[in-house]
Structure formats: C-alpha cells, structure tokens
C-alpha cells in the first residue's frame, strides 16, 4: 500500500516536472518557432485568415529571405554589426584585460571597492546617456556613422568585461607568476607570458559578451544613426522594416532568426560564466 | 632564503634600465598604469554625459540651437506639471513590479525543474535562454507579430480551443490596458532566462548534505521548498530581482517596437517618454531632466549591490 502511494508520488513528480518544462519551453521558445513559419510561408497563406495558421497550406517558399537580401540592406546591416562588433571587442579586451588583472592583484579593501565601483557604471543605463551624447556626437561629426557607435559602446563592455576578467583573474594562483619573476620575469613579463596563456578561456567569455552586447544594442543607434546604409541589424530591423504600411512579415520574421539564433548559441557555452559574473559573489 | 629575498635577488640581477623596464616591475605604479584607461574611459563615456545631462536638464537646450541658457528648474515645473509624465511614471512602475513579481515566481519554478538532470536538458537550456540572448529589439518584433490586430496567433488559437467567443477578438496593442498587459508579458519573456540561471546557480550551491539531512528529519516537499530551499537562495534571488529591475525599469525599447507610446501616450514610460520628447521632439533639455527621474531607482539598486557587494567579502 505504502509503496504504491510513493509510487504515485514520484509518478505524479514526473508529471509535474514535464508540465512545468513543456509550459515554460513554449513560453519562452514560442516567438522563434513562430518567427521560423512564418519565415517560409507564402503571404497569401499568412494572410488568409481561414486557414489554420500552425500549418503550410502552400509549400514553404524562400521567397521572404530572397527579399531580405536582395531587396532590403539586411546583408549591409549585418556586415556593419560584425565591424562594429570586432573594434568594440578590441577596444574593450585593450582596456579591460589590464584593468581586470590590476583590479584582481590589487591588495586590501581597495581593489574590491573600485572593482564594484567600475561594475556599477556598467548598469548606469543608454536610456540616461543617450541625449548628451547624441549632442556630444553631433559635435564630434559622428552621427550616421558607425565610428559613433565604436566610441561609445566601450562605456558599457568595459566595465562588465572588467568584472568578468577581475574575477577570472582572481582565480589563478599568485604562485605562478611568482615562480615567473624569480625566474626573472617583471611583473609585466609575467602577466603577458605566463598569465594571458592560461587565461585564454576567459579573454574568450569577455570576447563573446562584448560581442552579443554590441549585437543587442538599440538605444544608441537608433539615436546616432538616422540613414539606413549605417544601421546595426538590431536597429535596422525594427525601424527600416516596419515603416510604411506594408509590414514584410516574413522577411522581418526570417531577419530576427538570422540575427539571434546564431549568437544564442556560441552564448549558450558560456553561460556559466556570465552567471558568476552576474552574481556579485552572492554564491559562494 | 624567503620567498621575498629571492625576489629581490632576481630583481637586482636583472637590473631593469629605462622608465618602461622600471614601470613593468614595480607593482604600485604598474598597478595604476594598468587601471588608469579603463577608468579614464569610463569616466569620459559614463561621468561626463552624465554630468552633462544634469547640466542639460537645468537649461533650454535643443537639437538645432548652438547655445544654451540656464533656466533653473523650468524644465522640472513642465515635467510635473504635464499629465504625460505622471501616466510615464505610473506605468514605468507598474510595468517594471507586475512583470519582475512573476519573473521570480516563474525563475523559481523554472530553476527548481533544471536541478534535475534529464535527457535532453542542454536544448531546454538553449531554448529557455533565446529571449535573453536575442537582441530586445528583434524579440519585440516577433511579439509585434504575434499581437497583430488581424493575424494574432493568440487570438485564433484561444478561438480555436473555444476559449474566446466568436465575436470577441481582442486588439492587443490598440487598446491601453491590453497593451500594458502585452508589454508586461514581453519584459517577462525577455528577463525570465536571465533570473532562471542566476538561480538555478544559487540552487546549485546547496550543499546535497542539507537536503538530505532535511529528507532524514522528515521534511515534506512544500516545507523543504518553503523551510530549507527559499531561505538559502534569497539572497541570490535578490541578485536577480536587482538586475530584473534595472533591466525593465530603463528599458524603452520594448515600448518603442510594440506601441511606440500609443495609443495616445497611453503606454509611454519614462524612457521611451525621454526619447520621443528629447531626440525625436528635439527638446534635448526636457529629455535629459526626463531621464533623469530615472536616476533614482539606479541610485537605490546600486547601494544594495554594494551590500552585497561587502556581505559577499564578509563571509
């Protein structure tokens, strides 16, 4: 009797477990599975309401990605968002690689405190920034330029990346570049020779987070970039797209895949380590 | 001979010449070369328009004018004094408590479902994580899509299920409060990966001997929830509920795809009330004093995470 209620249990746990899995893998997945059908369906299909939407009713069709990259700028709107995406990388690794190695050899309280403090710029939002700087970018004669958007997303890769690596850092042992300089190494010789070697796996989390941010990015360039030759994919969609009166559905639908999906992926190895960077040491 | 000593012999035997050959070995001022642009960055890309945009805000400046006057607090009067800026802020917080309240509870059960291991779980995971990693603005178009007043999914399919009545057919975003509701449900979508794998860590880091001490003592599954597992992760779950915040509460792009405000500014909040006003209007002086009601919920998040920031060095 007994064995067959605890039986029922962990049945019953099962279940549970799959419909919490089922209801959220839908919730959350759903606007990409529907931006996939959308993408290879005629319009005639999207646009007949007697149909069952969830079903081809015409053969799928590559007709939306032959007017995305054909007719529209999709193909130059992601070849500017791996430009930019490449300078700001390099800027921010030049920046935050030392910073996060001073910050984590530091000794005492102060190292923590200006580690947290460069962390907190990091969440001083675009939505703040962006109408001084569209001024500041104006005088520089920036503006439509992608040249604006490499100055200015620095501000916020940095100071993350810096936090990432601080931690990155800390965790290597002190031994090895100690072993270094009695061997005659400067600590600067031991930081490029002996701790950048090892370091590889974490230059590449900073190198992937500065990356997927550039890509994500909408405030500033919809702020700086007005004319549609210089627009970052995660721009150029949304408004380039959508205006006027006709909304190219499909192309927009097969757009979003194309700009996400890939990144999500590489992200998707990662992560962890975003996590720990993300919880201030909150687990321990 | 010390550690210490072998050093100083090995520094004395190599006998660096030059300034550079100097800095790289010694530790203070190579310390400070090494911090010294990144915060010089920082401080030019972050402090300065910062300090910019308070000046900003206390004058008349605007996209075409070449100088600027000092107003005092003129732009702050227009601010309170206009409807639009109450309606902003109402729904900025509304927004930002309604969707982070079920991001933690949806987080929570999420997180609880992926301890476990199963087969199949690295595609859960990537799945689960897609909004998060997908540019917001992207994401926003395929619920634009999904909302649509004629070709709605959801309507056809709650029609479909008997659900909705066949005369009723909801505008999702043509209508104020449903449109508040679609934008709530996107910021859930979009910052429930993120709270889900912060706590899942947390989960994670729980020693297996306190469940299982927990299921010896006899501990049922609620009061194990409630009594064991809630209290352990609440400081990480706090850690997410900062970022969820923040995240949602300056957030204007959501806003800007779905409903760009409308309809009649029904739905603006504070930031996409900043952008229409001060880069579109171009009234710089109204945006900036705008975004700056934005300051202080960012002050508060920051002296928490400095909390943890001083607990997390304590234990």
Request: hydrophobic share 55%; aromatic share 14%; with cysteine.
């Amino acid at each position: 009797m007994n064995a067959r209620v605890a039986k029922l249990r962990r049945a019953g746990g099962r279940a549970g477990h799959a419909a919490i899995l089922v209801f959220f893998v839908t919730f959350l997945a759903f606007p990409f599975y529907w931006m996939l059908i959308t993408t290879f369906k005629t319009t005639q299909d999207l646009q007949n309401t007697e149909h069952n939407p969830y079903l081809f009713h015409d053969p799928p069709t590559l007709h939306h990605l032959a007017v995305l990259f054909e007719d529209t700028q999709f193909l130059q709107w992601l070849v500017n968002t791996g430009l930019v995406g490449i300078a700001v990388v390099v800027i921010t690794l030049l920046l935050a690689v030392p910073a996060g190695y001073a910050l984590a050899r530091m000794t005492g309280p102060w190292g923590q405190t200006l580690g947290v403090a460069i962390f907190l710029t990091y969440l001083v939002p675009p939505t703040i920034l962006f109408i001084p700087f569209s001024r500041i970018i104006a005088m520089l004669g920036l503006q439509d330029s992608l040249w604006s958007l490499v100055l200015v997303y620095p501000s916020f890769t940095v100071p993350f990346c810096t936090w990432l690596l601080m931690g990155f850092f800390k965790a290597i042992p002190r031994d090895l570049e100690d072993a270094a300089m009695i061997d005659g190494l400067s600590r600067f010789g031991a930081f490029v020779k002996v701790v950048m070697p090892i370091s590889v796996a974490g230059l590449l989390t900073a190198v992937i987070f500065a990356f997927t941010l550039v890509t994500q990015e909408f405030v500033y360039g919809v702020t700086f970039i007005t004319s549609s030759s210089s627009y970052t994919v995660s721009v150029g969609v949304p408004t380039f797209l959508v205006r006027g009166d006709v909304y190219f559905w499909g192309s927009m639908m097969g757009a979003c895949l194309i700009a996400s999906v890939p990144i999500a992926i590489i992200y998707n190895f990662f992560v962890d380590r975003f996590v720990a960077g993300f919880t201030v040491g909150a687990v321990k | 001979m010390t550690e210490a000593a072998f050093k100083s012999v090995a520094a004395a035997q190599r006998a660096p010449t030059g300034f550079l050959g100097r800095l790289a070995d010694n530790d203070r001022w190579l310390v400070r070369a090494m911090l010294a642009p990144a915060i010089l960055y920082i401080a030019l890309l972050v402090g300065f328009p910062f300090l910019l945009s308070l000046w900003y805000s206390l004058t008349n400046v605007t996209v075409a004018s070449p100088t600027m006057q000092f107003v005092g607090l003129e732009n702050f009067r227009r601010i309170i004094e206009s409807g639009t800026f109450w309606l902003s802020l109402w729904n900025t917080v509304v927004i930002t408590l309604v969707s982070q309240l079920l991001v933690i509870v949806f987080a929570h059960f999420l997180a609880m479902a992926l301890v476990a291991d199963f087969r199949g779980k690295w595609l859960v995971r990537l799945l689960i994580l897609l909004p998060w990693v997908a540019p917001i603005s992207l994401g926003s178009i395929g619920w634009l899509w999904i909302f649509d007043s004629i070709y709605s999914i959801i309507n056809w399919t709650a029609r479909a299920l008997g659900l909705f009545d066949p005369t009723f057919w909801p505008i999702w975003l043509g209508q104020p409060e449903l449109a508040k509701a679609s934008i709530i449900i996107v910021n859930v979508w979009r910052i429930t990966p993120l709270a889900t794998i912060i706590i899942l860590a947390g989960l994670t880091s729980i020693p297996q001997d306190i469940h299982d001490a927990a299921a010896v003592d006899g501990a049922g599954f609620w009061r194990h929830q409630f009594q064991i597992t809630a209290p352990l992760i609440l400081p990480i779950t706090l850690v997410a509920l900062l970022f969820g915040i923040i995240f949602t509460f300056t957030d204007m792009i959501v806003v800007f795809v779905l409903t760009r405000g409308g309809p009649y500014d029904t739905t603006q909040v504070i930031a996409s009330w900043a952008y229409f006003t001060g880069i579109q209007g171009g009234d710089l002086a109204g945006g900036a004093a705008i975004s700056l009601f934005l300051f202080p919920v960012l002050v508060a998040v920051a002296i928490m995470f400095l909390w943890f920031a001083k607990r997390a060095e304590v234990t």
